[in-house]
């Protein structure tokens, strides 16, 4: 059973950078995928960013393009979300996903695999 970790998050001004990682245990397959999304409590979950195994392939919601990098490093298995320019509706617990096959997708139900979260609190 793959167990994902997130950490990085916590307080941070508006304006501020944050840099969330996701790591990985148990894991038995070569090649996946690997999301971010964020939920506020009472809202849906929101895709925020997604890559492909190579890393070639990287989609971001419309709302943190520009502001949100993704990547990830095979070598050492996390996943990375680099967060600059943060605003306070960035607030949201995040998460991070593993799809058991490569392809990176924007649909949560794509995912079999899912972080505990990490909360993220921008204060303005």
């Known amino acids: 059973q793959v167990q994902l970790a997130e950490s990085g998050g916590g307080l941070v001004q508006a304006g501020g950078s944050l840099r969330l990682s996701c790591a990985a245990s148990g894991r038995t397959f070569s090649y996946y995928a690997m999301g971010w999304f964020r939920q506020a409590p009472g809202k849906e979950r929101e895709f925020v960013a997604a890559?492909?195994?190579?890393?070639?392939?990287?989609y971001y919601a419309d709302s943190v393009k520009g502001r949100f990098t993704i990547s990830r490093d095979n070598a050492e298995n996390p996943v990375y979300l680099k967060m600059k320019s943060l605003k306070p509706k960035d607030t949201d617990v995040y998460y991070c996903?593993?799809?058991?096959?490569?392809?990176?997708?924007?649909?949560?139900?794509?995912?079999?695999?899912w972080g505990q979260g990490t909360q993220v609190t921008v204060s303005s």
């Open positions: 890559i492909s195994w190579s890393g070639c392939t990287e």
């Open positions: 996903a593993e799809k058991d096959r490569d392809g990176a997708v924007r649909g949560g139900s794509e995912y079999d695999y």
